[in-house]
């Protein structure tokens, strides 16, 4: 391994980067004015006790944290194991959240049985759609699978600001700026998600799923777009 990949994955640099993220993160949020809209009845559905699935793009994942209620119920998300999925698990417990790794060496029992157990002791499971390497925009069929198997709402998310870094990512991550104006914006998937399905059905789901988050993020677009001129 070169000196560079043993720098890049020491865990004293990826908690040094984790950290910073967090300050910045959490100073655009203070400094800045932001609408929620949408998520009451996330929030009833944790009140009850009733653990949910929440799925975004990977795009609108830095602000995570302030996209699911931590104060009513434990939420995991699912990361790569490797680099970057490590560095935003990182990033996320610092905001009370838990992760889990996604490891392709193991087993999908294994996997299945764990993520099961949490939502069956009231974890929430959140999930980045396209994550954790796209192509952005394009959904996967994780979301489907742990929704089929839980058999749980599924409510998707995002974020639209005025003023945002755009990150040298795959999918261009945006990293909202302090003095911002922005949304924070909540919306259910009705969708019925069969147990049993072919993969025609399957197919037709995913892309009911990609064609929803994309209409939430344009209209938290179009809302911040408003704000503008105004």
């Not at 043993?6 to 990826?14: C, G, H, Y």
């Not at 653990?51 to 939420?75: E, K």
């Not at 700026?177 to 069969?194: D, F, I, K, N």
């Amino acid at each position: 391994m070169s000196l560079r990949k043993k720098f890049a994955d020491s865990p004293r640099v990826q908690g040094f980067f984790a950290r910073r993220i967090e300050g910045l993160v959490r100073r655009a949020h203070r400094l800045s004015q932001w609408q929620r809209l949408g998520f009451e009845p996330m929030e009833d559905s944790l009140r009850a006790g009733e653990p949910v699935i929440v799925v975004l793009w990977h795009q609108r994942l830095m602000m995570s944290p302030y996209l699911f209620p931590t104060d009513l119920g434990r939420i995991a998300t699912l990361t790569s194991a490797a680099r970057a999925g490590r560095m935003a698990g990182l990033f996320q417990t610092r905001f009370g959240m838990e992760t889990i790794a996604m490891s392709s060496h193991q087993r999908h029992v294994a996997m299945s049985r764990q993520i099961l157990g949490l939502m069956r002791e009231g974890c929430s499971i959140g999930i980045a759609a396209d994550g954790p390497r796209g192509p952005a925009r394009v959904c996967s069929k994780v979301p489907l699978i742990w929704a089929r198997a839980s058999g749980k709402r599924v409510f998707l998310v995002t974020f639209a600001a005025d003023r945002v870094r755009e990150l040298p990512t795959w999918d261009r991550m945006w990293l909202p700026r302090a003095g911002s104006r922005g949304v924070l914006m909540c919306r259910e998937w009705t969708t019925e998600v069969p147990r049993k399905m072919s993969e025609t059905e399957e197919e037709v789901l995913r892309r009911d799923l990609e064609a929803a988050l994309n209409a939430l993020s344009d209209d938290a677009d179009a809302s911040v777009a408003a704000l503008r001129r105004h």
